[in-house]
């Protein structure tokens, strides 16, 4: 499968974006799908994921309350919505999809995923 990633911009504190990750391919539906996001300097990091179903999804404790993760098998996407960013969530985002089943403890890990999109930057001024 291959990922496309985009939405991303420069928006003040406070403001909102919205990711998109578009995937090629027929069985997008049977892939748990992350987002993750990368600094300059600093390691990539898990942000969100969600499961094949959709029933299940998790966040990083840095983005909960404020990001949501969710799909549209029809038109094989994901999005995360992201709402009341700040500053240090300036970094280049992320998606990448896994076929396998859900677990928790290891949808946080890059090395779980089998496939990534190419990243869109998001910046957020203060």
């Known amino acids: 499968v291959q990922l496309q990633a985009y939405g991303g911009g420069l928006v003040q504190a406070g403001g909102s974006l919205r990711l998109s990750c578009a995937a090629s391919?027929?069985?997008?539906?049977?892939?748990?799908m992350g987002w993750f996001r990368q600094a300059p300097g600093k390691e990539r990091e898990f942000v969100a994921a969600i499961s094949v179903s959709g029933k299940s999804t998790y966040y990083a404790d840095s983005v909960k309350g404020r990001f949501t993760i969710s799909r549209d098998d029809a038109k094989n996407t994901v999005y995360l919505q992201m709402n009341s960013l700040k500053p240090e969530d300036t970094a280049v985002y992320y998606c990448a999809a896994a076929p396998r089943a859900w677990q928790t403890l290891l949808v946080v890990t890059p090395n779980w995923y089998h496939y990534w999109g190419q990243g869109t930057q998001v910046t957020v001024s203060s």
């Open positions: 391919g027929r069985t997008f539906s049977s892939y748990a």
